[in-house]
C-alpha cells in the first residue's frame, strides 16, 4: 500500500510572520521555515500505521511525503525522511509562486496521480493560508471519497475510518481506498528525528518535480500546464495588522456591571 | 583593549594600596600573627584520597554540563525537542529534561561527597573550626591583594580564605542551587499553601545568581591553581599523591577534554535516544 501524505512548509508561528505588503505573499525570508504541525502529526499517524504493518505482517506500507513549496524549503522535506517517510516528492517551479488553492489543488492532484496513491492524507487547515479546503478540492479532482477533519484514523488494506467531531455530536466515517482524509491536531505528537535518522534521511530517494514533468497528468485533468499568465485569484490589498489596543480596566464602584453591559452593548455582543 | 587597559590600570592601584596598606606597622604585626592558615584539629587526615579526586571530577563535569543546559533553557524560546516523563506523564522542553537528568547525577555525586567527607575525617580541612578563620581569611586577602601570595601545602592544609570558599560553595551555595532549582522544576508538588510559603520567585531571583557565583568562584578557583603551583595541585585534585611530576596535569587535561566532549555532544539529536529510555520524545 503506497501512502501519500501532504506536507507544508509553512512560517514558524513561534515568531513574527511577515506579509510582502507589495506582492501579498509570505515573506518567508522572515521567519524559519518549519513543516506546519498538523502534517507533522498527519506524518506521525501514517508513519506509525506503517510501522505496525510491518511488524505484524499486515504488508508493506510505503509512506511518501508530498509538498509543492519553494526550491528552498527543502529541509523540511529532509526532515519528513528523518521522522520515518520512505520518500519524498517536492514540486518546485517558479512558475508557481503565489498559486492560488485552485492552482495548488490541480498541480497537487497531478502529481498524486503520477505517484498512484491509495491514501492520501493531509492536514484540516494549514497555520499560513488556513484555507482548509485543499483536501476536499483534491478529492473532487481526483474523483475521490472525502473523509475529512478526522480526529482518529484507522487504515485497513482496503478502507480508512475514523471519527469526526461536529457542533452535534460524533460520527464515524469509513471510505473505501483509494480515498483523501484530512485529519486534525489529535493526532498524535509527532517525533523528534535522532541522529540515526537524520544520517538515514540522506540516503532517501527525494524527487523534485518541475511544472513541466507533470504535463501529461495536468493535461489528463483538462487544466493548463502554465498559469502565470492569467492567475484566477489575486491579492488586491495588503496591510500590516494594527498593534494591538490595551484592554479597557473597569474597577468596579458600585456600576461596573452596567459599563461591562454597556461595552458589550457597544461592541454588538450583547 | 581600553577595558583591559582600564582593568590592568586599576589591579595595579589596588596591589600597590594593598602593599601600602600591609607595610604599615601594625598591619604587618596582624599579618605576622595571624599569616592566612591555622592548625587543623588533632587527627585531621593528610593528603587528597582517590575517591575525593573521583568526586571533585564528577562534580566538575556534571556542573560544566548543569551550566550550560540552564542557561540554554534560560535562552530558549522554541524548544527544540519536548520530553514527556514515563512515570509522571509530565512534558516539557528536552533541555529542561538534560538539566534536571544531570541535576540528579550532580546531587547524587555531591550527597555520597559529603558522606565519605565526614567519615573520612577530610571534612576538617574545608569546613572551619575555629574562630581564627576570619582573622586568617583577612590576613591571606590582603597578601593576595599585595601579589605576595601566602605560602602554602594543600596537601596538608588550605589557608583560611580558601577554606572558607570551598565551604561557602559546598554547604551554602550547592544547598542554595538545588533548593531554589527543585522549587521551579516539575517535580515540586501542586500545593496552594506550600507554594504560599515558598513562592517561585524568590527561587527564580535566587537560582540565577547563584549560577553566576558558581562562575565566579571557578573562574577565581582555576586561576588561583594555575598560579600557585600548578603541577603540584593538579596532582593534589586528580591523581591523589603531593608530586611534581605531570600525571596530574595530564589527568586534568584528560579531564578537560571528556567534560567538553559532553558539553558539545549534549545536543538535542544526541540526547534524545537517551531520553527515550525514560520517556517520550516528541517534535511537538
Redesign the interface.
Given at each position: 500500500m503506497k501512502i501519500v501524505v501532504l506536507v507544508k512548509p509553512v512560517p514558524?508561528t513561534?515568531g513574527d510572520r511577515v506579509l510582502s505588503l507589495e506582492t501579498g505573499l509570505a515573506d518567508r525570508a522572515a521567519s524559519e521555515t518549519v513543516l506546519d504541525?498538523i502534517t507533522?502529526?498527519a506524518l506521525e499517524a501514517v508513519i506509525r500505521h506503517a510501522e505496525e504493518s510491518a511488524k505484524s505482517g499486515a504488508g508493506e506500507v510505503e509512506v511518501v511525503a508530498m509538498t509543492m513549496a519553494p526550491a528552498d524549503s527543502q529541509s523540511t522535506l529532509r526532515k519528513a525522511l528523518a521522522?520515518g517517510a520512505a520518500s519524498a516528492v517536492h514540486i518546485a517551479d517558479e512558475r508557481l509562486a503565489g498559486a492560488d488553492l485552485v492552482r495548488t489543488a490541480e498541480v497537487l492532484a497531478a502529481a498524486l496521480r503520477r505517484a498512484g496513491a491509495d491514501l492520501i492524507v493531509a492536514g484540516n487547515g494549514s497555520t499560513d493560508g488556513s484555507g482548509g479546503v485543499m483536501p476536499s478540492m483534491l478529492a473532487e479532482l481526483l474523483e475521490l471519497p472525502a473523509a475529512t477533519r478526522l480526529e482518529t484514523i484507522e487504515i485497513t488494506a482496503d478502507a480508512v475510518r475514523g471519527t469526526r467531531e461536529t457542533d452535534g455530536g460524533t460520527m464515524t466515517v469509513t471510505a473505501a481506498l483509494p480515498a483523501v482524509v484530512s485529519v486534525t491536531e489529535r493526532m498524535p505528537?509527532?517525533?523528534?528525528?535522532?541522529?540515526?535518522g537524520?544520517m538515514g534521511a540522506k540516503k532517501k530517494p527525494l524527487e523534485v518535480v518541475a511544472l513541466d514533468d507533470l504535463s501529461a497528468e495536468l493535461e489528463g485533468l483538462g487544466v493548463a500546464l502554465d498559469e502565470t499568465a492569467s492567475a484566477r485569484s489575486i491579492m488586491v490589498a495588503a496591510t500590516q495588522r494594527p498593534a494591538r489596543e490595551a484592554g479597557e480596566i473597569i474597577t468596579d464602584d458600585g456600576t461596573a456591571g452596567e459599563r461591562i453591559a454597556a461595552f458589550l452593548a457597544d461592541r454588538r455582543l450583547a | 583593549m581600553l577595558v583591559a587597559l582600564a582593568i590592568v590600570g586599576l589591579a595595579t592601584i589596588v596591589v600597590a594600596i594593598a602593599r601600602w596598606f600591609a607595610g604599615l606597622e601594625p598591619v604587618a604585626a596582624f599579618i605576622a600573627q595571624y599569616p592566612g592558615t591555622y592548625e587543623l584539629p588533632e587527627g585531621a587526615p593528610v593528603g587528597l584520597p582517590v575517591w575525593l579526586n573521583w568526586s571533585h571530577f564528577f562534580n566538575l563535569f556534571f556542573i560544566a554540563l548543569i551550566i550550560r543546559s540552564g542557561l540554554q533553557v534560560r535562552s530558549e524560546?522554541?524548544p527544540?525537542?519536548?520530553f514527556?516523563s514515563k512515570r509522571t506523564g509530565h512534558k516539557a522542553s528536552?533541555t529542561v529534561w538534560l538539566h534536571t537528568s544531570v541535576d540528579i547525577l550532580w546531587v547524587v555525586n555531591g550527597l555520597i561527597f559529603v558522606v565519605l567527607l565526614f567519615a573520612t575525617g577530610q571534612w576538617m580541612r574545608i569546613v572551619p573550626t575555629s574562630w581564627e578563620v576570619f582573622p586568617h581569611a583577612i590576613s591571606a586577602g590582603l597578601q593576595y591583594a599585595t601579589l605576595e601570595w601566602p605560602l602554602e601545602d594543600g596537601w596538608v592544609n588550605y589557608n583560611a580564605l580558601q577554606q572558607l570558599a570551598y565551604f561557602v560553595t559546598v554547604f551554602v551555595a550547592a544547598p542554595l542551587a538545588i533548593a531554589t532549582g527543585v522549587r521551579m522544576s516539575g517535580w515540586w508538588p501542586e500545593n496552594e499553601r506550600l507554594n504560599r510559603a515558598y513562592p517561585v520567585a524568590w527561587a527564580r531571583a535566587i537560582h540565577f545568581p547563584t549560577m553566576l557565583y558558581f562562575v565566579a568562584f571557578i573562574a577565581v578557583h582555576v586561576l588561583l591553581v594555575l598560579t600557585t603551583g600548578a603541577l603540584r595541585n593538579l596532582n593534589h585534585m586528580f591523581a591523589a599523591k603531593a608530586d611534581d611530576d605531570w600525571i596530574g596535569f595530564l589527568l586534568f587535561v584528560g579531564a578537560m577534554l571528556v567534560t567538553a566532549a559532553a558539553v558539545v555532544a549534549a545536543r538535542?539529536?544526541?540526547l534524545?535516544?537517551i531520553a527515550?529510555r525514560f520517556g517520550?520524545?516528541?517534535?511537538?
Amino acid at each position: 500500500m503506497k501512502i501519500v501524505v501532504l506536507v507544508k512548509p509553512v512560517p514558524d508561528t513561534y515568531g513574527d510572520r511577515v506579509l510582502s505588503l507589495e506582492t501579498g505573499l509570505a515573506d518567508r525570508a522572515a521567519s524559519e521555515t518549519v513543516l506546519d504541525e498538523i502534517t507533522e502529526r498527519a506524518l506521525e499517524a501514517v508513519i506509525r500505521h506503517a510501522e505496525e504493518s510491518a511488524k505484524s505482517g499486515a504488508g508493506e506500507v510505503e509512506v511518501v511525503a508530498m509538498t509543492m513549496a519553494p526550491a528552498d524549503s527543502q529541509s523540511t522535506l529532509r526532515k519528513a525522511l528523518a521522522m520515518g517517510a520512505a520518500s519524498a516528492v517536492h514540486i518546485a517551479d517558479e512558475r508557481l509562486a503565489g498559486a492560488d488553492l485552485v492552482r495548488t489543488a490541480e498541480v497537487l492532484a497531478a502529481a498524486l496521480r503520477r505517484a498512484g496513491a491509495d491514501l492520501i492524507v493531509a492536514g484540516n487547515g494549514s497555520t499560513d493560508g488556513s484555507g482548509g479546503v485543499m483536501p476536499s478540492m483534491l478529492a473532487e479532482l481526483l474523483e475521490l471519497p472525502a473523509a475529512t477533519r478526522l480526529e482518529t484514523i484507522e487504515i485497513t488494506a482496503d478502507a480508512v475510518r475514523g471519527t469526526r467531531e461536529t457542533d452535534g455530536g460524533t460520527m464515524t466515517v469509513t471510505a473505501a481506498l483509494p480515498a483523501v482524509v484530512s485529519v486534525t491536531e489529535r493526532m498524535p505528537d509527532p517525533r523528534f528525528p535522532a541522529l540515526k535518522g537524520i544520517m538515514g534521511a540522506k540516503k532517501k530517494p527525494l524527487e523534485v518535480v518541475a511544472l513541466d514533468d507533470l504535463s501529461a497528468e495536468l493535461e489528463g485533468l483538462g487544466v493548463a500546464l502554465d498559469e502565470t499568465a492569467s492567475a484566477r485569484s489575486i491579492m488586491v490589498a495588503a496591510t500590516q495588522r494594527p498593534a494591538r489596543e490595551a484592554g479597557e480596566i473597569i474597577t468596579d464602584d458600585g456600576t461596573a456591571g452596567e459599563r461591562i453591559a454597556a461595552f458589550l452593548a457597544d461592541r454588538r455582543l450583547a | 583593549m581600553l577595558v583591559a587597559l582600564a582593568i590592568v590600570g586599576l589591579a595595579t592601584i589596588v596591589v600597590a594600596i594593598a602593599r601600602w596598606f600591609a607595610g604599615l606597622e601594625p598591619v604587618a604585626a596582624f599579618i605576622a600573627q595571624y599569616p592566612g592558615t591555622y592548625e587543623l584539629p588533632e587527627g585531621a587526615p593528610v593528603g587528597l584520597p582517590v575517591w575525593l579526586n573521583w568526586s571533585h571530577f564528577f562534580n566538575l563535569f556534571f556542573i560544566a554540563l548543569i551550566i550550560r543546559s540552564g542557561l540554554q533553557v534560560r535562552s530558549e524560546r522554541k524548544p527544540p525537542a519536548y520530553f514527556t516523563s514515563k512515570r509522571t506523564g509530565h512534558k516539557a522542553s528536552i533541555t529542561v529534561w538534560l538539566h534536571t537528568s544531570v541535576d540528579i547525577l550532580w546531587v547524587v555525586n555531591g550527597l555520597i561527597f559529603v558522606v565519605l567527607l565526614f567519615a573520612t575525617g577530610q571534612w576538617m580541612r574545608i569546613v572551619p573550626t575555629s574562630w581564627e578563620v576570619f582573622p586568617h581569611a583577612i590576613s591571606a586577602g590582603l597578601q593576595y591583594a599585595t601579589l605576595e601570595w601566602p605560602l602554602e601545602d594543600g596537601w596538608v592544609n588550605y589557608n583560611a580564605l580558601q577554606q572558607l570558599a570551598y565551604f561557602v560553595t559546598v554547604f551554602v551555595a550547592a544547598p542554595l542551587a538545588i533548593a531554589t532549582g527543585v522549587r521551579m522544576s516539575g517535580w515540586w508538588p501542586e500545593n496552594e499553601r506550600l507554594n504560599r510559603a515558598y513562592p517561585v520567585a524568590w527561587a527564580r531571583a535566587i537560582h540565577f545568581p547563584t549560577m553566576l557565583y558558581f562562575v565566579a568562584f571557578i573562574a577565581v578557583h582555576v586561576l588561583l591553581v594555575l598560579t600557585t603551583g600548578a603541577l603540584r595541585n593538579l596532582n593534589h585534585m586528580f591523581a591523589a599523591k603531593a608530586d611534581d611530576d605531570w600525571i596530574g596535569f595530564l589527568l586534568f587535561v584528560g579531564a578537560m577534554l571528556v567534560t567538553a566532549a559532553a558539553v558539545v555532544a549534549a545536543r538535542p539529536t544526541l540526547l534524545s535516544p537517551i531520553a527515550s529510555r525514560f520517556g517520550k520524545v516528541t517534535a511537538r
